[in-house]
């Protein structure tokens, strides 16, 4: 297990890379038998699920397109509680399957928010893909239906997950290290 430091606080490896992307390739084999006739409409939301998104979208063999929004509550290691919307949705969902990226869902809070504002675009179908899912931390009713990873209500970084901006480059996901271990 490597050690990193990330601003004031030391992060111990939690999930490595080859188990990261065995579960990508898994989320997408299910994404592809699930569509196997239709055209998908991916929407990440940034800036976190953005190598989750990549990854996942190299995987995929059904017809699909990209699109990407900016939605956040997060301010350092704690959901802020206020989802602010930084960059707005351009494509048309109308009629569209439309599978909604998240790189971790932890309260529920971002997702409970936009969904109404999704909805209200008459997409076909809304499923929901999320590399790290919280359980614990849970507050709204949130269905996933691609997930990857189920961990307990710990705080992580890495493979596009942040403290403070700093972090997401990392290729392996980390977890924050109790200091009396």
Known sequence: MEDIRIHDKTFTTFIDRQEIQQRVQDIAAQINHDYLNEK???????????????????CLTVE????????????????????????????????????????IIDTGKTLYSFLPELHAHQPASVKIASL????DALKYP????????????????????DYDGLGRNLPDIYILKDPNS
Do not use: W
Request: charged fraction near 20%; hydrophobic fraction near 45%.
């Open 142 to 161: 949130i269905h996933v239906d691609y997930s990857g990873f189920t961990i307990e209500n710990k705080f992580i970084l890495g493979y596009g997950l």
């Open 40 to 58: 998908v409409l991916l929407l990440g939301i940034l800036n976190g699920c953005f190598m989750f998104a990549a990854d996942l979208f190299r």
């Open 64 to 103: 699909c397109e990209i699109s990407f929004i900016k939605l956040s509550s997060y301010q350092g290691m704690s959901s802020g509680g206020n989802v602010q919307t930084a960059i707005g949705l351009k494509e048309s969902l109308k009629d569209r399957h439309v599978i909604i990226l998240e790189d």
């Open 132 to 135: 790290v899912i919280k359980p």
